[in-house]
Each structure stands twice: as C-alpha cells, then as structure tokens.
C-alpha cells in the first residue's frame, strides 16, 4: 500500500470519548436493523408453483432442496456458460468463501437448509463447486422453470415449506447479499474500510478501487489462488457488467 494519510492521534481519554459517541450511532444502527429484521418476519409469502431442479442424482423437485426442513435459503450463482474457472463470477466466488459446513450446521440447528442455484450447465457448475473445494448442494436450473430465473444470478431467495407445499418468503439482490461477506463487515471496521472509491472517507485515504474490482487478481476470482498456482490470463468483472457490485442497496 502507498503512504496514506491516517486518523489524527489524541490522548487515550480523547479516543475513548470519540469511541463512546460513535457507540452510540452504532447502538442505533443495530436497533435499525432488528426493527428490518421484525418487518422482514412479517412480509406476506407467495406460493411456488412445482418446479424441478438439477443435482447429482439428476431432475429433483425444489421440495427435496429442503432436505426434510422447514426453511431454506438459495444464493443464485451468476454463470457464464462455457467458460474456464477463472472467468468465472469474482462476486458470487465471494459469497460462497464463508459458506462452509460448520455455517450450514448453525444453519441446520435453526431449522434451515442451504443450497446455490445456477442457471449453468450441472456439469459445469458442479466441476467449478469440485474445483473450488466447496460441499455445498449446488443445482442447475438451466431446464426450470422461470419461477427460478434471476436478473443473470447474485441473487439471495428464502423459502418456507408447509407440508408439501412451498412458499417464496423473502429476496433480495446487490447490496443486499453482503451479509454473505463477513470480509466486508470486518473491513468496515478498519480505519480505511474497503479503500473502494465510492466510500465517504477523510481526504487522503486509500481509495484506489472501484466497488468489488479487487476481488479479481491477476485473471482469477481470489479465492481461487488458494486452490491453484496455475496462471491465468486477464479478467474483466463479469459481476460490474450486471450491476452486482454498485454500491446502492
């Protein structure tokens, strides 16, 4: 990182004070969000119509996605059909880094199951799952019906099953699956944040990079370079062509 400006230095009860009044703003925003939370719990469902999806045992309905629990959470995952690993979604790669068996246990111990669907190919999307070392059920919708079409992907749905009945409960899309990200929510917290140039920071701070562009280094996804040292050639943002990584909610 290049020399930057950083936060003015003051006495230890100084930053105490200024700790304790940003306390405050942060006790409020956590309010907020319970109160987003409790409305969230209250919005109305929708019935799903029968729709079928691909895994490994071939077409399954979205009933048996559920494993035999009551809720499930689906990320759809952007794919490119065809294309190599590493041009691949950086964006969607990001939210699946945190999605391991002890999350999808906590998960499980509330009720809910957790899968990603792709409108990709299963047998390319399951070789990418494979690649990346993942265990997550992953499903190709690329036969289903438009009940489970997506902008292109980035998309995060929870369901809810009543008997044999299944019923769409929530959604949301762009700045809304960062929840996914714990690598986001820790930056937050870091005196330079994200150093992404759409950040309201003090004059001089690092702010080299647009929204989500350094998830991609040197042709690949991040994540991948701890799965493989092989090169890879350049790589553009699939994920900023589709909208997935600007910053509004």
């Not at 391991?100 to 190919?121: C, I, K, M």
């Amino acid at each position: 990182m290049q020399d930057s400006a950083t936060p003015r230095i003051v006495r230890r009860d100084e930053w105490e004070q200024a700790r304790a009044e940003l306390l405050v703003q942060e006790k409020a925003h956590t309010n907020a969000g319970d109160k987003l939370a409790a409305a969230r719990r209250r919005l109305p469902m929708t019935p799903m119509e029968p729709v079928m999806v691909v895994g490994p045992e071939g077409a399954v309905p979205l009933l048996d996605v559920f494993e035999g629990r009551r809720m499930l959470i689906v990320y759809h995952f952007m794919w490119n059909p065809g294309a190599p690993h590493e041009k691949q979604c950086e964006g969607c790669t990001h939210t699946q880094v945190a999605m391991n068996s002890v999350v999808r246990a906590y998960l499980a111990e509330r009720d809910v199951s957790y899968a990603v669907f792709s409108s990709g190919p299963w047998d390319e999307i399951a070789a990418y799952r494979d690649f990346m070392g993942w265990t997550t059920p992953w499903y190709s919708t690329s036969d289903s019906s438009d009940l489970l079409a997506t902008r292109d992907g980035g998309d995060l749905r929870c369901y809810l099953r009543d008997g044999d009945q299944v019923y769409q409960t929530y959604e949301t899309t762009q700045r809304g699956i960062e929840a996914m990200m714990p690598t986001l929510q820790l930056l937050d917290l870091t005196p330079y944040g994200r150093q992404e140039t759409w950040e309201e920071s003090p004059d001089g701070w690092p702010q080299q990079d647009q929204a989500g562009s350094w998830w991609r280094r040197d042709g690949r996804p991040v994540a991948q370079w701890i799965r493989t040292d092989e090169a890879a050639g350049p790589g553009t943002s699939c994920c900023s062509q589709n909208g997935e990584l600007t910053p509004n909610p």
